[in-house]
């Protein structure tokens, strides 16, 4: 059971920290110093805006309710949310969100908002609570300075490899409120297509969604392979095709080695932090898909500015409670431990 409700006089003590994916969030209720309480996972109907904030309202009204006892509004209690898609941080201004979910069940249901989406603003009049909003690759990177290289290192980056490819980066310990495309660094003149309407992004190559697409070319499969745990299992099979998948993998994990070898140049960084799907991006996982992906990231120091190809890359999985617990993060760095 969580801790007791502290005073109704006292500042934001509590923050939700909500992940919005595709057709579902997650959300944590964390105490202002980052421990997780409670967790819960909700379905959204469909990515339409106002379904969006009826949920996030929901699920913050249901999460506080049932663990602490508090009804809300309450001061006590703060939000932060995560969403893949570029955000204005200092009013949590969505400025573009489009994707086109991997999971075969969502086949067919791509969504894209349009127009910029105030989200904070309308999160915190649907709930009364201070709401903060920000990009999901500076939501992990929060994550990973309380609790990951953080704690060793002032200046990191994180790359996501998700349905598509992005990330955060922190320098002096300030995370850097600034245009983090990593997915969309070209390394191939003339490449392949990417959602962003150029060729040759990171994201062409590297993302879920492209190594779903890459592994159906290459076995001469009608479409792309329903979802990427598939495509890991063709890697195991031993024949031609297998071979063939697992150059796929090798090709990702050397199109997000080439970003990371870019940014390290740029900004003589001691560490950077993968996360991905365990079976793709950790050889730890014994999957010959992870082995492969492994063997292309290590291309990178031969692309790197001499002085940094010493630099420490390491690859975690992405658990499910992960993003919500970073946006939650989000939360208590700038509505409590501010605050208090
Ligand atoms: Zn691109």
């Known amino acids: 059971m969580a801790a007791p409700p502290s005073t109704p006089e006292a500042g934001p003590t509590f923050a939700v920290g909500i992940e919005i994916l595709p057709y ?3 959300a944590v209720l964390l105490d202002s110093s980052g421990g997780k309480l409670g967790m819960r996972r909700w379905p959204i109907v469909d990515m339409e805006t106002a379904t969006v904030i009826d949920q996030v309202a929901t699920a913050t009204v249901e999460l506080v309710g049932t663990t602490l006892g508090i009804p809300l509004p309450d001061p006590r209690i703060t939000i932060g949310v995560q969403i893949g898609g570029p955000v204005s941080t200092k009013d949590g201004v969505v400025l573009a969100y489009a994707n086109h979910p991997t999971d075969s069940l969502y086949a067919g249901r791509d969504y894209h908002w349009r127009e910029p989406v105030p989200l904070a603003d309308l999160i915190r009049r649907e709930t009364g609570c ?11 990177a929060t994550l990973e300075k309380h609790y990951g290289v953080g704690q060793e290192t ?12 992005g990330g955060g980066i922190f320098l002096n310990n300030r995370l850097m409120t600034i ?16 959602v962003s309407g150029d060729r040759g992004c990171i994201d062409a190559y590297a993302g879920r ?12 499969a009608e479409s792309d392979l329903e979802s990427i745990e598939a495509a890991i299992a063709v890697c195991e099979e031993g024949d031609i095709e297998a071979r063939q998948v697992i150059a796929a993998f090798r090709q990702a994990g050397a199109a997000v080695g080439h970003g990371i070898a870019t940014v390290l140049s740029l900004f ?13 991006v950790d050889p730890r996982s014994g999957r010959k898909a992870a082995e492969a992906f492994a063997a292309g990231l290590n291309s990178f120091p031969s692309l790197t500015y001499p002085l ?8 975690r999985a992405m658990d499910v409670a992960d993003g919500a617990q970073a946006a939650g ?12």
């Open 308 to 315: 940094y190809r010493s630099a420490q890359v390491i690859t």
């Open 268 to 280: 003589g960084l001691s560490h950077m932090v993968i996360y991905g799907l365990r079976e793709m």
């Open 24 to 26: 579902q969030l997650v």
């Open 154 to 165: 002032s200046s990191f980056a994180v790359v996501l490899v998700r349905d598509g490819v």
């Open 209 to 220: 969604r492209a190594v779903r697409a890459i592994a159906g070319e290459v076995i001469g």
């Open 130 to 140: 201070p709401t903060v909003v920000e990009n999901d690759g500076a939501a992990f």
């Open 179 to 194: 245009p983090f495309e990593f997915g969309h660094i070209k390394v191939q003149p003339e490449g392949r297509w990417c």
């Open 329 to 340: 993060l989000v939360a208590v760095d700038r509505l409590i431990r501010t605050c208090n």
